[in-house]
């Protein structure tokens, strides 16, 4: 790992913390998305502007291809929806009675799908008391309103941590969800290793079509045959696409090493990532480390460098700020600080922005135009977007 040139950031993280404490899915502008900011601003001091908060934890904010508005998702199971930095007054989305939220647990994900300005339809990924669920959405006649969601995929989950949530579009029009190792310490029923369960996994599923039985069709190419693309995290709580197709995810250590993985669309399929015979790149289970057939971590980070639960975030793909166009900002859940990283012929290249920032960051995310923002894990939850300045 090698560092930038000093980048500042000025201002003033529910995620699964470690157990010592996109076609593409937002893409780029659709046809009728209108521009993010009137002229572009050059300048690389990077701050992150509050733009509004929700009454409850704030996930995860995204949008819809060529929609302008803001979606946020809220822990308690509603999405909400700022026009313009205002907030509207009704919900979105109010599926709190049927999901188990707290801790670790409640609504996680949101993804739109391509083509949901023609079929309306977008997904979520949330909690039970013994499952994680993956549900079909659709909107409402009334565009500000959803009709209501119903379940597609249901993994039985042992215990409350290490959920995952995360879910997006890939550039092959495919859904793709990360899962978590089902909780506890240590991996304890040896699932991330396991290719016939679902737990501590990048899944891919079609969503426009259905096997017998299943409300969506495991593709062919598919390694393993069944849903299963990657193997062998821990809890990749948030991750996401690049327009190219790379993967870059933030999977949550055990309580020593915070990874940063990025693989390219060739290196995807089958991909094992480590856990838990690694730790990042460290022999975490003895006499099992058998570094051959795993894709290390670009970048480690130590909890002995106030490391604990790192939020996986985003390459930046907007109009606005064109000399930050190709990085990647991510954060920690504990730490108050902000990642800015470039990958350089193979190399992660990552710097910490000067400054501190808003605390307990549950995710750094894009909208429709590429604009990035950062949402917190608090009451209320604080939604702010990332700007840059000279």
Not at 17 to 26: I, Q, V
Not at 283 to 306: E, I, L, T, W, Y
Not at 342 to 352: A, F, H, P, S
Request: glycine share 14%.
């Amino acid at each position: 790992m090698r560092k930038l040139a000093s980048i500042g950031l000025g201002l003033g993280l529910l995620v699964a913390c470690g157990d010592s404490k996109k076609t593409e899915d937002s893409g780029p502008p659709g046809p009728d998305a209108p521009p993010a900011c009137a002229t572009p601003i050059a300048g690389e001091i990077v701050r992150p502007r509050l733009i509004g908060q929700t009454p409850g934890p704030a996930m995860l904010a995204t949008s819809p291809p060529g929609d302008p508005r803001l979606f946020v998702v809220e822990q308690s199971g509603l999405i909400r929806v700022f026009i313009d930095e205002d907030l509207q007054p009704e919900a979105f989305l109010d599926i709190s009675n049927d999901i188990v939220a707290g801790g670790e647990q409640g609504l996680l994900g949101l993804a739109f799908h391509p083509q949901y300005a023609t079929n309306g339809q977008f997904y979520v990924f949330y909690t039970l008391s013994n499952a994680n669920v993956v549900a079909r959405c659709t909107v409402s006649a009334n565009p500000a309103r959803a009709d209501g969601c119903a379940p597609i995929l249901s993994i039985p989950d042992f215990a409350s941590n290490h959920n995952g949530g995360m879910i997006e579009f890939g550039i092959d029009g495919l859904l793709y969800i990360g899962t978590g190792d089902g909780g506890g310490s240590g991996d304890p029923q040896r699932v991330a290793q396991n290719t016939s369960n679902l737990l501590g996994k990048i899944l891919r599923i079609d969503v426009n079509n259905k096997d017998s039985g299943k409300e969506y069709k495991v593709p062919a190419d598919n390694p393993f045959g069944n849903e299963v693309w990657m193997y062998g995290l821990r809890n990749p709580w948030r991750w996401s696409f690049d327009t190219n197709g790379d993967i870059w995810i933030g999977d949550v250590g055990q309580g020593a090493i915070e990874e940063i993985d990025v693989l390219t669309p060739s290196e995807q399929r089958g991909a094992n990532l480590g856990w838990s015979n690694f730790e990042g790149a460290n022999c975490f289970r003895q006499g099992m480390c058998n570094a051959g057939n795993v894709v290390m971590p670009k970048v480690g980070h130590a909890a002995s460098d106030g490391w604990h639960a790192i939020v996986g975030g985003q390459v930046y793909r907007g109009k606005c700020y064109p000399d930050l166009v190709g990085s990647y900002f991510y954060t920690d859940n504990e730490r108050d600080r902000i990642m800015r990283a470039q990958l350089v012929n193979g190399t992660l290249m990552t710097q910490e922005l000067v400054g501190t920032a808003p605390g307990s960051p549950a995710s750094i995310h894009a909208d429709s135009r590429g604009e990035l923002y950062l949402t917190t894990a608090q009451t209320p939850g604080r939604i702010y977007h990332l700007e840059a300045n000279p």
